[in-house]
């Protein structure tokens, strides 16, 4: 396998590992902004009391992230406390029926009334109703969004740094010992003219290497070209005789 091949698959395989690592911090980091949102609602479960007694049904005076409301038996449903700092975030799309269902003890996820936000819920019983506890996550979708833009472009950034210094191996070790085989067949051939370009780094192994064979193609070329002359003298001598 030529060294170029072996760059290319080397790229491939530093691509994947990058890409794996990338899928990887960004699940891992989503999961625990959301174990925070989950926390977040069960100490708001826990301190109910303290939150919302004596407050009026939908009073949003004051600010908060948190949708709240109460599922009597009846199948009254009354919102308490509506989210009035993040303009983008909708209201959970939670039914009477979910409610029910879901009366666990443990959050789950909801669809936003319009749109496309998610919202963490938490169901919890109260004195004579339900209590829904939800919290929109998309600040947690921007922070994850903006996590995957920087490892994205980190990654490109790595694999751009890796190719371009790939190509310059290449350029500097592949490229002349490729032109030194070109001219070490024609000398095969018994051309014994041709010589190795110079090369435009005088300093590296590899221009040594062209600089030492283009001596030693010298010095057999004027052994050779002696060599002829010799012979002609000598040819020379016998015809005079």
């Not at 960004?26 to 902004?33: A, G, P, V």
């Not at 936000?117 to 922070?143: C, F, M, Y």
């Not at 010298?218 to 005789?241: G, N, P, W, Y």
Request: net charge negative; hydrophobic share 45%.
């Amino acid at each position: 396998m030529s060294l170029r091949r072996r760059l290319v698959l080397a790229l491939l395989m530093v691509a994947a590992v990058l890409g794996l690592v990338t899928y990887f911090v960004t699940r891992s980091t989503s999961s625990e902004l959301v174990h925070q949102v989950d926390r977040q609602l069960q100490d708001v479960a826990a301190s109910r009391l303290e939150h919302f007694a004596g407050r009026p049904f939908g009073d949003d005076s004051m600010p908060s992230t948190l949708y709240y409301a109460e599922l009597f038996p009846d199948g009254t449903f009354r919102t308490r406390l509506v989210p009035n700092l993040d303009d983008d975030a909708d209201l959970p799309s939670v039914s009477a029926d979910r409610v029910r269902s879901r009366l666990q003890g443990k959050p789950f996820m909801a669809d936003s009334r319009e749109g496309n936000g998610r919202w963490r819920v938490l169901v919890t019983q109260g004195p004579d109703h339900l209590e829904v506890s939800a919290i929109s996550l998309n600040d947690v979708d921007r922070s994850v969004h903006r996590l995957l833009l920087v490892e994205i472009l980190g990654s490109v950034a790595v694999l751009g740094a890796l190719a371009l210094m790939g190509w310059w191996v290449v350029r500097l070790g592949v490229r002349p010992i490729k032109q030194m085989t070109d001219v070490a067949a024609d000398i095969a051939d018994g051309d014994l003219s041709h010589r190795v370009p110079e090369l435009p780094h005088p300093g590296a192994e590899v221009a040594e290497l062209g600089t030492a064979l283009n001596r030693m193609l010298t010095t057999i070329q004027d052994s050779f070209a002696e060599r002829a002359l010799t012979e002609d003298r000598l040819k020379q001598f016998v015809a005079d005789a």
